[in-house]
């Protein structure tokens, strides 16, 4: 079964533009899960979809969106990009229906914002 | 809230060394409980969970018990190797409706020197 793949791997972006991000999740998974990773604050959560709706949110601005897809594949954009939003971008895959689930991760995307 | 303590590293130890990362957290209703370890420029990946008290999670020589009356999820390795140098993180899972967003702590680092 193939993993969870995010791309694209690296970018570098300026700031006040705008970055769109990619995560192809485990077949069968239904819900996917975006983290932002960064040695300052850990690992934060940023939003939960599943079956193509936002089930879950955290303590981000509204620069910070996403979608997913009826085959479950999930975008993450940032807009107005600020300096602060260089990190490590994660995705994370799951069932999404029962307690106990295992959450599988892509390797990240990895921001750089100048 | 939700929320998972784990000790600050790094943590460094030589080969063969004990190992013992400590993990607490504070939660509401019955949690599932997680270890995950994310090696240099790779996502994280399960290393072991728990879903209910005094279970034992356990794999490639780490354990950790699920211990309710201490709130606590302590992971430990009787010889840790060079190739166990990462990124640890303790997590844990609650919810309803299908919707269980975990909550990491910050991570330990490991090093583990020859």
């Known amino acids: 079964k193939a993993g969870v793949t995010q791309t694209p791997r690296y970018l570098i972006k300026t700031r006040g533009q705008q970055v769109t991000l990619s995560c192809s999740p485990i077949s069968g998974h239904r819900s996917v899960s975006w983290y932002q990773q960064t040695p300052g604050q850990g690992l934060q959560f940023l939003f939960e979809?599943?079956?193509?709706?936002?089930?879950n949110k955290g303590n981000f601005p509204g620069r910070f969106s996403g979608r997913q897809f009826s085959n479950s594949r999930s975008e993450m954009n940032v807009s107005t990009l600020e300096l602060g939003d260089s990190a490590l971008y994660l995705c994370?895959?799951?069932?999404?229906?029962?307690?106990?689930?295992?959450?599988?991760f892509g390797p990240g995307t990895r921001l750089l914002v100048l | 809230g939700n929320s998972v303590t784990q000790m600050e590293g790094p943590v460094t130890l030589s080969e063969e060394a004990f190992l013992t990362i400590n993990c607490t957290y504070t939660a509401t209703g019955y949690p599932s409980l997680f270890w995950y370890v994310q090696y240099p420029g790779e996502g994280l990946q399960l290393l072991l969970k728990a879903t209910k008290a005094d279970d034992k999670g356990s794999n490639k020589g780490f354990e950790a018990t699920y211990r309710k009356e201490t709130t606590s999820f302590h992971l430990e390795k009787g010889s840790v190797q060079v190739s166990d140098s990462a990124v640890y993180f303790c997590?844990?899972?609650?919810?309803?409706?299908?919707?269980?967003?975990?909550?990491f702590g910050r991570g330990t680092s490991l090093i583990v020197h020859p």
């Open positions: 997590a844990l899972s609650s919810g309803s409706g299908g919707s269980y967003i975990p909550t």
């Open positions: 979809y599943f079956s193509e709706t936002q089930r």
């Open positions: 994370a895959s799951s069932l999404g229906e029962l307690r106990g689930e295992t959450q599988y």
